[in-house]
């Protein structure tokens, strides 16, 4: 006789997300942000923005313009290079002092290695523009400072990312050849320094671009460089002019990208790393490879030498601190009395804000234009522009349209970071398998239906991962876009520094040390929770995504 009782059922399995789809939950932001925008537009605005976007066609033909462009750029190539060199030989000394391996084998301690990572977290907390406006007023407008101000945090980020990668790679080799005797410099050079040489060349570059937008930024604000006068043509409205120094600024930096990805491949290839065989000395290609890499360590500290002298940046300015005005009696109840709670809450939704238009119009965009590749074309080129564009210039821009406030900075650095984020995710679909998207679309899926399911899988939760850390770096900037009145820190910090209330500015420093060194420890987490889920193994991990 047949069994006729129930089967018990059990409990549905839980659905994960759907990976491609992950990158696009952030863009849900638009909805909001869509239906609170037309309460912030103001009229008369309108012409002004089409006067700005016309230029853009037609900038000026004057050959003083071209030529002031030209001078400006130069100088903030200069202190973007000096600022790049300098933090990355601090970055390094201090990356291998801090460094858990090291003082595992030279003195079997660890503590050192902790003490001075807790310490390497106040410069790395604070934004360059913030130590570029403390400086100015300690030592004045002086080159140095301009310099100073990028290497502080820079040396800092530097060390971290060296530390790590030190921490993370095999000591199996380097276990091997201090029982086999040799001292413990000799085996972490010979042991550790050929695998942590790619990583430090990639990050090195992208280190040296980011200096270049800091010392536009920091031109903004009065150091000097092409960032002044982009800010003095958008303010006195010279719209043709703006647009020379614009264009300028746009081919340097994509010369910039060009070249620095051009010597990634040429001595991050494959091939390059790649032996001879089992008795034969290495192949020409990896040769060629050192004998380059050891001609750019001789030729820059001497073009460093010769650019520091043009510039007349001099290191005896950095113990010249000139007279502060009297401190007076610290107002301490002044301090207590400010809105620390709405201060705080507007600059982490200012944060949140930021990231999540950047992490998700990015992929969504891509996906819009799918269908049309020369559309691509256009995306990018905007891309370039919200890189190299300052976000307090766009936050200005913006208020020819919309009243000043948090959405309005919002938008500016969303703008901004939507460039970073975008070429990332591109470089990252570019070096994705391309057998998946292909057999959708022979199977009959459409270009969208392709990326999404076939590209954009792969690179979901890297992506995710470097949102997190491009979130905390935002974090840091929402200081740059105070000048537009958006109710946060740093609105709060530039109005302290002007008065030079430095009780305010020094409880100031301290909340936001304190939220940056949280935000990063957060994101530093859920970059490991993304980065540890498994993807489909057809579908592998992009080396682009993998590393920030």
């Known amino acids: 006789m047949a069994d006729t009782r129930p089967i018990p059922l059990e409990a549905p399995a839980r659905w994960p997300p759907a990976a491609p789809l992950l990158p696009l939950l952030p863009a849900l932001v638009v909805l909001p942000v869509l239906l609170v925008l037309p309460g912030q537009v103001h009229a008369g ?104 101000a990028i ?34 410099p000799a085996a972490l050079l010979t042991a550790l320094g050929p695998a942590l040489l790619p990583g430090l060349l990639s990050y090195g570059g992208y280190r040296l671009e980011c200096a270049l937008r800091s010392a536009t930024l920091l031109g903004v604000f009065g150091l000097g460089g092409l960032g002044t006068e982009l800010r003095l043509t958008l303010q006195s409205l010279e719209f043709r002019e703006l647009w020379c120094g614009l264009w300028v600024l746009l081919g340097a930096m994509l010369l910039l990208e060009g070249g620095l990805a051009a010597l990634r491949r040429r001595w991050l290839s494959p091939r390059r790393l790649r032996l001879a065989p089992s008795g034969d000395r290495p192949t020409r290609p990896l040769a060629a490879g050192g004998r380059e890499l050891l001609l750019v360590a ?114 500016a650095l969303g703008f901004h970071n939507l460039g970073i984020l975008g070429r990332l995710l591109l470089e990252g679909l570019e070096e994705a398998p391309s057998g998946p998207p292909q057999a959708l679309a022979l199977l009959g899926a459409g270009p969208r239906l392709s990326l999404l399911y076939g590209s954009l899988s792969a690179v ?21 876009v105070g000048l537009v009145g958006a109710t946060g820190l740093g609105s709060q910090l530039l109005e302290s520094l002007s008065a030079f209330a430095w009780e305010r500015i ?43």
């Open 460 to 480: 979901a939760h890297p992506y995710l991962a470097y949102g997190a850390y491009r979130t905390d770096v935002i974090l840091r900037e929402t200081v740059v």
């Open 151 to 184: 290497a502080l945090p820079y040396s800092a980020l530097v060390a971290r990312v060296l530390a790590d990668q030190l921490d993370g790679l095999d000591t199996s080799r380097l276990e091997a050849l201090r029982c086999a005797g040799a001292s413990a």
């Open 45 to 148: 605005g309108w012409d002004l923005v089409g006067r700005f976007l016309l230029a853009a066609l037609r900038p000026s033909a004057d050959p003083l313009v071209w030529r002031s462009a030209v001078e400006g750029l130069a100088i903030t190539l200069g202190m973007a290079l000096l600022g790049w060199t300098t933090s990355l030989l601090g970055g390094l000394l201090l990356g291998c002092a801090s460094s858990r391996t090291l003082w595992r084998q030279t003195a079997g301690q660890l503590w050192p290695a902790s003490a001075l990572r807790r310490l390497l977290a106040l410069p790395r907390s604070l934004h360059e523009l913030l130590w570029g406006l403390l400086l100015l007023q300690l030592l004045g407008l002086r080159p140095v400072v301009a310099v100073v």
């Open 298 to 411: 001789v030729l820059l500290p001497l073009l460093c030498w010769w650019v520091g002298g043009a510039l007349g940046v001099r290191p005896g300015d950095l113990v010249a601190v000139q007279p502060l005005p009297p401190l007076g009696t610290p107002d301490w109840e002044a301090m207590l009395s400010l809105p620390w709670a709405t201060l705080i809450s507007s600059t982490l939704a200012l944060t949140l804000l930021s990231g999540a238009l950047a992490v998700g119009l990015a992929p969504l965009l891509l996906l819009l234009v799918a269908p049309w590749p020369r559309a691509r074309w256009v995306v990018r080129l905007i891309w370039a522009l919200g890189r190299l564009w300052p976000p307090p210039l766009t936050a200005l821009l913006l208020l020819f349209l919309l009243r000043p406030g948090l959405l309005t900075a919002a938008l």
């Open 506 to 548: 020094l409880a100031l420093v301290v909340v936001y040390a304190t939220l940056t060194l949280l935000g990063e420890e957060l994101a530093d987490r859920l970059r490991r929770r993304l980065l540890s889920r498994p993807v489909a193994p057809s579908l592998p991990v992009s080396p682009a995504l993998s590393d920030p």
